[in-house]
């Protein structure tokens, strides 16, 4: 929202610098992106009057014409422009001047015809093309009245401005308007608002109900509608003070008429629509819904079919806007219209919002309308429309309006707790203190009892709904940089939750052995999961769809986050990132039925592809989580009945028994369809699962006092049996004598029999109560060996 501070100084004192306006308002919650100062750079470049213009004899499109500049002697200055006639005020940039930008001008000649100086246009003084009138936009901009010749331009049409750009939140739609952001600067400083003059010099006899009847048929979506009725108009060029500040805000000028109305929309944010009244058949105005198929040209001169759910402003006969959004080719305002029916009403945020949308025309009004508009100002729009008329001369407003309100709308009142708001906000203010900040921001307040305040705001702040949004009115207000650190005041503990502090654990984690972090949309395409090849009955094909997505690849939520893993993998490897290690923790939906919210899941998924990455690099990264989850009782299973995974090179990662994900080497028909021509390791796990079996407490063991005897075996097992298979035989049958047992050497060659293969341990053997002894160990020892050979056929290898 640009606004121009001398514009913003007629509703509101502004007695400061723009830097501490622009703090205070920063500091009140109004968001700047810029500041911009206009003409601060421009010098030497006057007002000037052309006195002659003839052809240059050496050139066919270029114009010798003299200029009065205030000087005893004319200027005479060469120049390509086409729009200059004797008797025009121009500006002129003498010789040494400076224009926007820096550019400097000096005189010289032309097709050996000297000029002292160059005439202007509006864009060498600053302005951007889209807000430069029409007329002016590739020849000089030729002045509107008379001037001095020689004064200084930029004083003499008051160019130097500064334009603040605020940032409006959704939820602030009444501050996209001129005497919004004042009503916000008034509050911020303690200052008096001036609203607009809404009154006429005079007006006709006759009333509006004479000219035009008004029929809501559709009162859902159309709360009011106000017409006003204005004769004898004369459409011309509007005063330069209105286009100045049109342009300043970002509009182009076009016509008296339909600057007024694009004048009151920045001024007040209320929408304005204006109509010839010889285009409106049977002088009615019918709101009503769109036949649909039914074809419409608007004022862009582009034919658009319209559904039956797009409420349209129609006449006696048919269509003459679409409501909200643009009016009709068929109805604008021409050179020759002389009496006008001025629109201003509100309709449905979701209405013009779907409309908009549908039809691909975002305009102005709709950007409005679609926030959220209070039906209580659309008179005051109207109203304000025909002063500016009057104002100007630019018609005759006809008496009266017909108003059409059938629900109207009503300021209610909400009861705060002084004692709640102190608590949230870590103040100590008073009841009169908050009921002040409340009557700054133009609220009615009552004292209801001595804690609390009945606050009755006006209608335009339709964000004012709970006790908590007066909360943050007092904290903005007062200062957010007023407000104290403090401690909290009730027993409580402080921190973040646990299932968050353990999810915190696990990124320090990944991140630490050289994993990073990605984050993935959770609206999905229903196409992912056939990607991975899941299978046709499982639950992650069941999605919660979206009832109104934004296409076919964000139409529901994601059930799983590999999909999304792949897609991120195939995006590095299509870049020649060669080395690819990331992980996600995201939420995944589960379809419950349809009167239940889905079910809510956190999942965790992993992937890598690149040099020296295998799947035991991956199985390795699982059980540093579980290491740093606490969780002992885990077991990792061989599988092969995935679609997804390649057999044999798969695991199921079993948590106290349970399932709680699935790892390992991406299928190659799977990583195929993602285009990646090397292995790819991945899996997921189920994240809810494993955090319920966390337990990071961390308990002191004292070392041991007693040495430790170390055996190594190397065993000769078929190629079938796991490495699992033997620890868990050692575990079990020696007891507690076994500290631990490590496998430090796998082979297969030469020497070992085709099917089998060599595994080497090595175990520890201690005790906590006494120094072992041979005689001790080896009998548990040789029990272990006789127990694998029984169950694993697994013996000793001759080394």
Known sequence: MLVPISWLREYVDINMNTQEFADGMIMSGSNIETVTAFCEDIKNVVVGRIISVRDHEDSDHLLI???????????????????????????????????????????????????????????????????????????????????????????????????VDFEITPNRPDCLSIIGIAREAAATFESDLRNPDTGTKDTVGTAAEDYIAVQIK???????????????????????????????????PINNIVDITNYVLLETGHPIHAFDIRTIEKNQIIVDTAGDGEKFTTLDESERILTDDMLMIN???????????????????????????????????????????????????????????????????????????????????VGGAVDNYPTKIKPKTIEVRVGKINSVLGTDLSSGDMSGIFRRLEMKVADGSDDIIRVTPPTIRMDLNEEIDFSEEVARIYGYNNLKVTGHKDNCEAGMPADRMLRDLIRSTMTGIGYKEIQTYSFVSPVGVESINTPTDSCKRDFVKLINPLGEENSVMRTTLLPAMMEVMERNYKRNIRDFNAFEIGNTFFNKNDMELPDERYSFSIGSYGNDRDFFSLKGAVINILDILGIEEYDFEAFSESGTYHPGICAV??????????????????????GIDEKVYAGEIDLKSLLDHADIMRYYRPLPKYPFINLDISLLVKDDITVKAIEDIAVGATGDLLESITLFDKYKGKQIPEGMKSLSFSLIYRSGERTLTDEEVMPVHQKLLDKLDKDLGAVLRDV
């Open 65 to 163: 014409v003299n200029v009065d500049v205030g000087d005893p002697e004319p200027l005479q200055i060469v120049t390509g422009a086409t729009n200059v006639e004797k008797g025009q005020y121009v500006p002129v940039a003498l010789d040494g001047s400076i224009l926007a930008g820096g550019i400097k001008i000096k005189k010289g000649k032309l097709r050996g015809v000297q000029s002292n100086g160059m005439l202007c246009s509006f864009s060498e003084l600053g302005f951007e093309d889209k807000v430069i009138p029409v007329k002016y936009k590739d020849g000089i901009w030729i002045l509107n009245g008379e001037y001095d010749p020689g004064a200084d331009l930029v004083e003499a049409l008051g160019l130097r401005e500064t334009v």
């Open 218 to 252: 559709k009162p859902d979506l159309c709360r009011r509608y106000v017409a006003r009725v204005a004769k004898d108009i004369k459409i011309e060029e509007s005063p330069w003070w209105l286009q100045k500040r049109l342009m300043f805000a970002g509009m182009r």
């Open 315 to 397: 006449d006696g006969v048919g269509p003459i806007a679409i409501a909200g959004v643009m009016g009709g080719l068929n109805s604008e305002i021409r050179d020759d219209t002389d009496t006008i029916v001025v629109e201003s009403a509100n309709f449905d945020m979701d209405s013009v919002r779907i409309t908009s949308k549908k039809l691909g025309l975002r305009t102005e009004a709709s950007s409005r309308f679609e926030k959220g508009m209070d039906s209580n100002l659309s008179l005051i729009a109207a109203d304000r429309v025909c002063s500016l008329i009057s104002l100007i001369n630019a018609g005759v407003v």
């Open 653 to 674: 990662l079993k948590v106290n028994g349970e399932k709680t994900g699935i790892f390992g080497e991406i299928h190659p028909d799977v990583r195929g369809v993602y």
